[in-house]
């Protein structure tokens, strides 16, 4: 899952972005307005966290300038003021939620499934490829009745490859979709990381077909 921090206090941001990390998200950060709205339109996020007083454009300018281009991303505000006209703002914005500074930490990844559990996204919460599962919410992944074991960065990109089941996704795609916006990527990233999941979904399940491919001079495709 990918999730982008608009928040103009960097203590606040690297807080967020760092305890999410550890919760296995792809986290982006932007620390003002004009910014945050740059990737929020450029860039696919299953989440965007938004704070609503910041440089340059505010949050609920920012919110409503993305629901005005038709991207329905599940955005949460965040506010200090905790005051009725701000929280209504934000929501008559395009909002989906809001959450009140300061916060616990467990309050926030709760609104977050909360956001990824609603009825039009529902269905991408568990994603399945033949006999492969992945749960997005309990990190699960299982093939048949064995579970398999996957770093962070291994769980973001199966998810990733299976949410495009058949689709064949270039190197560019993936690293823009799997790793931090301004994350330090080798040439051999995307391949190293491929390796890794065909061990572990693929090559010790002898008898059963190979789910992850590569398509020569394209990418790479789960089906």
């Known amino acids: 899952m990918r999730v982008l921090v608009v928040e103009d206090e960097h203590k606040i941001a ?41 440089p340059k454009m505010d949050g609920v300018e920012l919110c409503n300038k993305l629901r005005g281009k038709n991207i329905h991303t599940p955005i949460l505000i965040l506010t200090a003021k905790g005051e009725l006209d701000d929280k209504v703002n934000g929501l008559n914005a ?29 269905q991408r919460t568990t994603l399945k490829v033949a006999d492969l599962t992945l749960d997005t919410l309990s990190f699960q992944v299982k093939r048949g009745s064995t579970e398999i074991g ?6 973001g990109l199966l998810e990733f490859l299976m949410r495009n089941q058949g689709k064949i996704l270039t190197k ?16 051999n990233t995307v391949e190293v990381y491929i390796g890794y999941l065909r061990k572990k979904i693929d090559r010790q ?9 590569t398509v020569r001079g394209f990418g790479y495709k789960i089906s």
């Open 14 to 54: 690297n807080s967020i972005k760092k305890g999410l990390e550890q919760e296995s998200y792809a986290v982006d950060a932007a620390f003002d307005g004009e910014y945050g709205f740059d990737l929020a339109s450029t860039e696919e996020y299953d989440v965007i966290i938004l704070d609503v007083m910041l």
């Open 150 to 155: 996957l770093s962070k960065k291994e769980f």
């Open 94 to 122: 395009g909002a989906d939620d809001y959450l009140i500074k300061p916060f616990a930490f467990a309050e926030l990844i709760a609104r977050i499934k909360a956001l990824t559990r609603r009825p039009k996204q529902a």
């Open 172 to 187: 560019d795609q993936i690293t823009n979709n799997v790793w931090d916006y301004d994350a330090d990527i080798l040439p």
């Open 205 to 213: 399940f002898i008898g059963k077909p190979r789910l992850v491919h």
